[in-house]
């Protein structure tokens, strides 16, 4: 499909991220939000009998060019399609910019309980893992993690909750 056809199928708000439905159809009606929020939480939109993530087409519509690589979600939240929420990123840039696991048991990414009463502090750049030390308390291990986070380039939502 092409910037034509999708901006007659559908509206694009950038402020705030929103599609609607620009011709009745079987999924909506004029005017009606557009798309459904899948099980892994990215809006997608049905063009041409198939799902498309919303981001995508929200880049496209926007800019006219298809995005050249991955599109980063900047707060997080994978279905916040405004214009200002999204990147172009490399899958580098992508992963640093990603929440914190839900097995993490520290409350810090990068940091993991070591020996039983002290903190291991680590991070991961181009594929290899670099120690940052062993930590009496979480704070320092924590803070030596965000030092190598700034020093590697990670975004600022690196290893946030949601």
């Known amino acids: 499909m092409n910037i034509k056809e999708l901006s007659q199928k ?3 708000n950038p402020d705030t991220g ?27 939109l049905c063009v041409g009998g198939k799902n498309v993530y919303a981001h995508r087409v929200a880049w496209f519509l926007h800019y006219g060019e298809d995005p050249k690589g991955q599109i980063d979600h900047i707060d997080g939240d994978r279905a916040n399609n405004r214009i200002s929420n999204l990147r172009v990123a490399n ?16 409350g810090v990414t990068g940091v993991r ?3 039983g009463d002290r903190f291991l502090s680590s991070i991961t750049v181009d594929g290899k893992t670099t120690h940052l030390g062993v930590y009496n308390n979480l704070l320092d291990a924590a803070c030596a993690r965000k030092s190598a986070e700034a020093r590697y380039g990670y975004h600022e939502n690196h290893g946030r909750r949601c």
């Open 18 to 44: 929103d599609f609607t439905h620009k011709a009745d159809s079987p999924r909506g009606r004029i005017g009606d939000l557009a798309g459904t929020v899948n099980s892994l939480g990215y809006r997608t």
């Open 113 to 115: 309980y070591y020996d």
């Open 91 to 106: 899958n580098q840039e992508n992963s640093k910019n990603s929440k914190r696991y839900t097995t993490n048991k520290t």
């Open 10 to 12: 559908f509206g694009y």
